[in-house]
């Protein structure tokens, strides 16, 4: 059963910065990423990174969002920088080996104007 622990969720001002951490149990996954949820709205893609360390993210955090991971550790980080009340949202770790996907329970972040 893989676990999934996610941590460094808070309250911040606008331009303020925080640090998402999710550390998984069991083998290394072969790509390690954040979602979030904004009330009302579906779930989407922030940014992924692949074992090797690729990186793909979504268009309104590039330049702002950084996701990093740690083989070692089984951890994914996201460092959030600049940010902005629209970030606001639950933010998911997810993790995937060929044919499962994971997910956390999720963390918040509130982002005030």
């Known amino acids: 059963q893989v676990q999934l622990v996610e941590s460094g969720g808070g309250l911040v001002q606008a331009g303020g910065s925080l640090r998402l951490s999710c550390t998984a149990s069991?083998?290394?996954?072969?790509?390690m990423g954040w979602y979030r949820q904004a009330p009302g709205e579906q779930r989407e893609l922030v940014a992924l990174?692949?074992?090797?360390?690729?990186?793909s993210y979504a268009n309104s955090v590039k330049g702002r969002f950084t996701i990093s991971r740690d083989n070692a550790k089984n951890t994914v980080y996201l460092q959030m920088n600049s940010l902005k009340p629209d970030d606001t949202a639950v933010y998911y770790c997810?993790?995937?080996?060929?044919?499962?996907?994971?997910w956390g329970k999720g963390t918040l972040v509130t982002v005030s104007a």
């Open positions: 990174i692949t074992a090797r360390g690729g990186t």
């Open positions: 997810n993790v995937q080996v060929p044919g499962m996907t994971y």
């Open positions: 069991g083998s290394i996954f072969s790509i």
